[in-house]
Each structure stands twice: as structure tokens, then as C-alpha cells.
Nanobody, 126 residues
Framework: QVQLVESGGGLVQAGDALRLSCVAS????????MGWFRQAPGKERELVAA????????YYVNSVKGRFTISRDNVKKMVYLQMNSLKYEDTAVYYC???????????????????WGQGTQVTVSS
């Protein structure tokens, strides 16, 4: 079992920056992939960024490339999402999630992620 707790959400203005944090506890392993998903009202949940614990390989959805950066601290079991140049359309609930089968690569599928945090709200005012 893995427990995930997010923090760092809030209300910001367009163009501002925000950093989300996720701390993992429990039976995490080097094969894990950690992902940040988001879900806006009336929309499906989407994978925004992901990183493999061991290799540091990353993935970004096109809409955040160049603005968001995912990183991890393997010792502290923390995953971060640095969000710069925030836009109104980035408003959503952001979830940290873990895929324990990450040795096969980074999955874009929500169903591949077995463990989820409670979510943190990010609101960007225009």
C-alpha cells in the first residue's frame, strides 16, 4: 500500500507560478511512476506530467510543455510539480498518483495508477 498526500494548491492570477508537492509513504519501489493528473469541472481527468522514480524519465501533456516541470526527491519520497505562467485553463483539482508497474514505461491511462492522493485545488483567475 502507498499513501499519497498533496499540498500547495491555491488561488493565483494568470501568469503566476505555483508548486505542488506530493509525499509518498508506504511500500514505494524504484519501478514506480509518479503522475500528476488534473480534472476541471465537466472534463475528464487527464495526465499532466509523470516521472519514473529511478530513471527520472518524464512525460508532459502538450498543453503544459515549457511551463510545468515535474521532479522528484527519491530520499524524501517527494514529487513536485512546478507550474509557471499559469493560465485560466489550468484551473482544476490536481491529483498525485502512483503506478507501481512503471518498469514498463509511463502509462497515460488513469487505470494504470493504483494509488491516489486526495487532490488539491488550483484556481487561476484571468
Amino acid at each position: 500500500q502507498v499513501q499519497l498526500v498533496e499540498s500547495g494548491g491555491g488561488l493565483v492570477q494568470a501568469g503566476d507560478a505555483l508548486r505542488l508537492s506530493c509525499v509518498a509513504s508506504g511500500n514505494t519501489g524504484s519501478t514506480y511512476v509518479m503522475g500528476w493528473f488534473r480534472q476541471a469541472p465537466g472534463k475528464e481527468r487527464e495526465l499532466v506530467a509523470a516521472i519514473r522514480w529511478w530513471t527520472g524519465t518524464t512525460y508532459y501533456v502538450n498543453s503544459v510543455k515549457g511551463r510545468f516541470t515535474i521532479s522528484r526527491d527519491n530520499v524524501k519520497k517527494m514529487v513536485y510539480l512546478q507550474m509557471n505562467s499559469l493560465k485560466y485553463e489550468d484551473t482544476a483539482v490536481y491529483y498525485c498518483a502512483a503506478d507501481p508497474e512503471g518498469a514498463l514505461g509511463i502509462s497515460l491511462l488513469e487505470s494504470a495508477y493504483d494509488y491516489w492522493g486526495q487532490g488539491t485545488q488550483v484556481t487561476v483567475s484571468s
